[in-house]
């Protein structure tokens, strides 16, 4: 039982997958979640619920034991770039279990991260937290860059024509985003994409207008444009957008190029 938010449940499998090599645990071993984190997203995903509210632990514990085990892909996202001289510097890699993002979200992350590292008392509870994000959104409003020109996204090969006034270009890997927002949406999947699951192989790549168009999604009127749907994507950032793996930013030098791929890392029970 993993107790925490979606961090924890990321480095909590990390650490589990070394486990597993030294043999301390077993090959087959399933974890479930009990959410303690803002937006607890992998809870959502794995049906254990969108928040622990006092609740008696051993119910929660009994139903988690007779539950129906899901495999979940784990991916493995690799930063690459290159100086303003053209030179490249040391690459960057880093586990994801929800998702990648390039845009005014990671911007949105970064500010929450460093307001909550630097005073951890001002937040107080899960409603506090995500009213932190609500006002770091709110100040990006005015203060976005246009991604669809910054980035190119490439699929086997073929690049990705993005639709202009894009905010946000994020690669998906289970249907819950930012406490519980279903990017994808609920709407018929038709050729060339098929219904996602967490265990498909597949990432989901979609695109966001800016947070107005996030609460739509949030408040399920509306869903992120679906791009692509692939094994290995590829995003080519020619300036310097944010970038965010699972909430926590990426740091890369300002004035240079970056190259960053996916590829499926483990599965998870």
Not at 16 to 34: H, I, M, N, W, Y
Not at 201 to 220: A, D, I, N, Q, R
Request: aromatic share 8%; proline share 5%.
């Amino acid at each position: 039982m993993v107790c925490g938010g979606d961090g924890t449940v990321g480095w909590s499998l990390e650490d589990l997958d070394k486990c597993k090599k030294e043999g301390s645990v077993r090959s087959d071993q399933t974890f479930a979640v009990l959410p303690l984190g803002t937006g607890n997203d992998m809870a959502r995903t794995l049906k254990c619920g969108g928040g622990y509210h006092g609740e008696r632990l051993i119910p929660i514990l009994k139903s988690a034991a007779m539950s129906n085990t899901t495999m979940l892909d784990r991916w493995k996202v690799t930063m690459q770039v290159s100086g303003p001289d053209g030179k490249p510097l040391p690459t960057q890699e880093k586990l994801m279990c929800n998702y990648f993002s390039v845009g005014y979200d990671a911007k949105i992350a970064h500010k929450f991260h460093v307001m909550r590292e630097t005073h951890r008392h001002l937040f107080t509870s899960r409603l506090v937290n995500k009213a932190w994000y609500a006002m770091f959104g709110a100040q990006q409003l005015g203060n976005m860059m246009d991604v669809s020109q910054l980035v190119r996204l490439s699929v086997d090969g073929v690049e990705i024509q993005l639709p202009d006034n894009l905010k946000a270009v994020t690669v998906i890997n289970i249907p819950s985003y930012s406490g519980g927002a279903n990017l994808w949406g609920t709407a018929p999947t038709e050729a060339p994409f098929h219904k996602p699951q967490t265990d498909d192989g597949m990432l989901e790549v979609v695109g966001m207008c800016g947070p107005f168009h996030s609460l739509l999604t949030m408040t399920g009127l509306g869903r992120a444009y679906r791009l692509a749907q692939v094994s290995r994507p590829q995003n080519s950032d020619l300036e310097n957008p944010k970038l965010c793996v699972d909430m926590a930013l990426i740091r890369k030098p300002k004035n240079t190029k970056t190259w960053l791929a996916c590829r499926r890392a483990s599965k998870w029970t």
